[in-house]
């Protein structure tokens, strides 16, 4: 091999012990399919096969691999902001980290912030989604957690881990549970674990990590340089700070308490003696609600309709004390019949206002027995109370009589529901919207219906308008004098109109400059139409004057 | 023995008087009546109105859709006054919904007093209006059916006795043309409301609108029929204007039309 350096790979005298072309070619050819060298392999051995790791050239400045990263997490986020609607305002209420990194803060109007960024995705706040979750997770740390768990602010949980941290191996690997639990469920969280519940709550908020674990007692010192604002201050208090040039917990400690409580208020010193424990701070956890429930296993299967409608008679029975014990009542139940072969049959009902009477409750669930199919014998009932209502006690009857002698209708209202269906009971009330068709919508049976306005209106309408023909009318504002409808004429006697009802441009874009006018005819014979045109006579675009029959009046 | 079993004979037979008495005056069972307010209507009806906890059907004159419309006002406005006191509630049974609720706000039936009940066909309807009969909390019970055959209206009638609450039966006609009014029934009295020309106002426009309220039969009394005007904004009807007004009104109609 020559020295300095003149070694290049398939170089001539590299080949020394390298076998002919042809006696190559032959032994390849001997070889299986699968065995044979690449292509590659087999042409100009000088060109070295690319290094499948080499890295990519990078841009200028910065290495290549963090470069592309950025890029993809361009290409697939666009910054995210959430904003509500305060009057006028729309203010920005929280930002993904990208728009942070923008310079999009919570707070800032969302224009300006529109103004800041071109490609920003802009989505309304819900924050009663966001209360459902919090409140969901905190069911779910009082189930699996902790029997201490309650809701902290808009956006944060405090458990009690007292006496619980050792089922879950220590307080940091509940923390490490936690947040991967969180990631799962997709969210961010940061979790501080302390002596007191401020200090936790600064230090989950201003601690700056995603797991922060205070040993006790060493409050005072790891809060001192954080932000005043960690200390749940009222407004007017963190004003006043701002002023006396207060920014970190730690001013506050050697102040004195009595110039302190004048100047920032009373509340202020509560929250630092809260957040140094030296004031008690309750925590008032969630409690899960229980859906009532009674169950009763039977000694013999039953079959018989009586017999079952006595097993529906005694769960009821044992329900009622147990929701009066509770002060609830039934919107909705469930009857569930457990056979002799393991299949559970249901039964539902619902009660259009809570309710806790036995006899109207019985007579519901009559309504529905004969859907019940017992087989071999049903061996197990059990009742369960899937919505229910706060229902305190309310007053029989009034001593004055004449005060207004109002029925109470809900079981009557249930009864007819449990033959025609949740839906098949209904009020009609007003719609605000000119338009005859859209003027009404259904109401649940208890509700309280507006009436309409008092223009002339129909008993009758058809399902849909129907054409006329061969009408002889005057336009632009007078009724016809004679038209057919299903095949027969009709000559018009007296007419009142029009009243003139415009579209909705605001639901369909063919409703812009659409024009009804409505016309009240009598016909001769007594019968009085409600019939329109389209458009108002003068101007194209507001229709094809085609007249139509819309209602009939009595 | 004999004298037990006579005694028993005097007792059947005093019952089979009583009985007798209750089946020749049924308006004396039902005290409670309602008064149209018309003297020339209130004075042919049997007990002086229409009697609640009975059975009342109604039907269109014919079968067009606005004698159709006249009959649905009509029971409307009777169901709007036998609602009238406080809480009153009517049920109206339907199987389908082409009534205008705005409309019968017009007759004076508000929404606030109006449930409406949908049913799959007639046979549910008339179960539910049975419900909420025997219920006894609503004011009145209106249903509108085309089929109602005479074990129907004889059940309709016990439950409205039982539950004290009158029965307005709309008998809607079929697309056979049947009248819904030929078959028998145990109603306490049937109706038939047409629409009839109204009265002619001295400027141009439509009048209160007239109907032709025929009683075709009623239990205790005779048929009779009569031209009325139709329902104000409370549900009560009311005589024409004198007739010489009403010809010279409909002299000049045709020249007033439109």
């Not at chain 1, 398939?10 to 044979?36: T, Y």
């Not at chain 1, 899960?288 to 309709?305: C, D, S």
């Not at chain 2, 002619?200 to 609108?209: I, K, N």
Request: glycine letters at 10%; charged letters at 25%; one cysteine or more.
């Amino acid at each position: 091999m020559p020295r300095g350096g003149g070694w290049r790979p398939g170089a001539r005298w590299a080949g020394d012990g390298a076998l002919e072309k042809v006696e190559l070619a032959e032994r390849i050819a001997a070889m299986p399919a699968h065995q044979r060298p690449p292509t590659r392999e087999m042409g100009r051995r000088s060109e070295a096969a690319e290094h499948p790791f080499k890295a990519m050239r990078p841009d200028e400045g910065a290495p290549g691999n963090v470069a592309m990263r950025l890029a993809v997490t361009q290409a697939v986020a666009r910054p995210t902001v959430l904003i509500e609607r305060t009057g006028q305002r729309e203010v920005i209420t929280s930002a993904c980290p990208h728009a942070r990194s923008l310079g999009l803060v919570p707070g800032m109007a969302a224009a300006h912030a529109r103004a800041l960024v071109g490609d920003l995705d802009v989505r309304d706040a819900e924050r009663d989604a966001d209360r459902a979750w919090i409140d969901r997770l905190a069911l779910h740390a009082v189930r699996y957690w902790t029997p201490g768990a309650s809701v902290s602010g808009d956006d944060g949980l405090w458990l009690d881990l007292t006496g619980t941290a050792h089922l879950f191996g220590g307080e940091e690997r509940f923390c490490r549970k936690l947040l991967r639990f969180l990631g799962r469920l997709g969210f961010t969280a940061n979790v501080a674990v302390a002596g007191t519940m401020g200090a936790a709550h600064a230090l989950a908020r201003y601690g700056g990590g995603r797991i922060a674990l205070l040993a006790p007692g060493r409050e005072a010192e790891r809060l001192a340089m954080l932000p005043i604002a960690a200390l749940r201050l009222e407004h007017a208090a963190l004003v006043a700070a701002g002023r006396f040039g207060l920014e970190r917990i730690g001013d506050l400690y050697p102040m004195p308490r009595g110039p302190l409580a004048r100047r920032l208020g009373m509340s202020t010193v509560t929250r630092l003696d809260q957040v140094l424990g030296r004031a008690a701070e309750p925590l008032v956890p969630v409690v899960p609600f229980e859906a009532p429930e009674v169950t009763r296993r039977l000694l013999e299967p039953i079959g018989t309709p009586e017999s079952i409608a006595q097993v529906i008679a005694d769960l009821i029975g044992d329900l009622v004390p147990l929701l009066q014990q509770r002060g609830l009542g039934v919107r909705s139940a469930v009857l569930t019949a457990v056979r002799v072969d393991a299949e559970q049959q249901r039964i539902a009902i619902g009660a259009s206002r809570a309710t806790r009477d036995a006899r109207h409750l019985a007579r519901m669930f009559a309504l529905r027995m004969d859907r019940i199919d017992p087989g071999l014998g049903i061996e197990e009932m059990r009742l369960v109370v899937t919505r229910s209502e706060p229902l305190g006690a309310t007053a029989a009857a009034t001593l004055l009589p004449a005060s207004g002698h109002e029925v109470d209708l809900a079981p009557a209202i249930d009864q007819l529901a449990g033959r025609a269906g949740e839906a098949g009971v209904f009020r009609l009330a007003c719609e605000e919207s000119d338009v005859p068709e859209r003027a009404v919508r259904r109401l649940a049976p208890l509700g309280v219906p507006q009436g309409w306005p008092k223009w002339q209106r129909p008993a009758r309408m058809l399902r849909r308008p129907e054409m006329l023909t061969h009408v002889v009318a005057l336009l632009p504002d007078h009724a016809p004098r004679r038209f057919i409808w299903r095949g027969k004429p009709y000559q018009v006697v007296a007419g009142d109109g029009p009243e003139r009802i415009h579209g909705e441009w605001w639901r369909r874009d063919s409703e812009l400059w659409a024009v009804r006018d409505y016309f009240r005819v009598e016909v001769e014979g007594g019968e009085r139409f409600w019939l329109f045109r389209r458009g108002d006579g003068v101007e194209p675009e507001t229709g094809d004057l085609s007249w139509y029959v819309h209602g009939l009046f009595g | 023995m004999l004298a037990a079993a006579t005694l028993a004979d005097a007792d059947r037979l005093r019952l089979l008087a009583e009985l007798r008495a209750q089946v020749d005056a049924p308006a004396s069972r039902h005290a409670q009546v309602l008064p149209f307010g018309i003297d020339a209507l209130d004075a042919r009806l049997a007990g002086g109105g229409l009697a609640a906890a009975t059975l009342h059907e109604i039907s269109a004159g014919s079968p067009t859709l606005g004698d159709d419309a006249a009959a649905t006002l009509f029971v409307a406005g009777i169901a709007a006054r036998f609602a009238e006191r406080p809480g009153g509630m009517v049920v109206w049974a339907i199987t389908r919904l082409d009534l205008y609720a705005p409309g019968l706000e017009q007759a004076g039936l508000s929404p606030d007093r109006l449930l409406y009940v949908e049913a799959r066909d007639d046979v549910m309807a008339l179960a539910l209006a049975e419900d909420a009969l025997r219920d006894g909390s609503f004011a009145a019970v209106i249903a509108e059916v085309k089929v109602a055959d005479q074990t129907a209206t004889r059940r309709l009638q016990l439950a409205a006795c039982d539950g004290a609450t009158p029965m307005l039966l709309l008998r809607r006609w079929r697309k056979t043309a049947r009248d819904p009014l030929d078959q028998p029934s145990t109603a306490m009295t049937r109706w038939r409301i047409g629409c009839a020309p109204s009265v002619r106002l001295p400027h141009p426009g439509v009048g209160r609108a007239c109907w032709s309220v025929e009683l075709t039969r009623q239990r205790g009394g005779n048929p009779f029929s009569l031209l009325l005007e139709a329902c104000d904004d409370t549900g009560r009807l009311a005589l024409p204007a004198a007739a010489p007004d009403r010809a010279f009104a409909a002299g000049r109609a045709a020249s007033q039309a439109a």
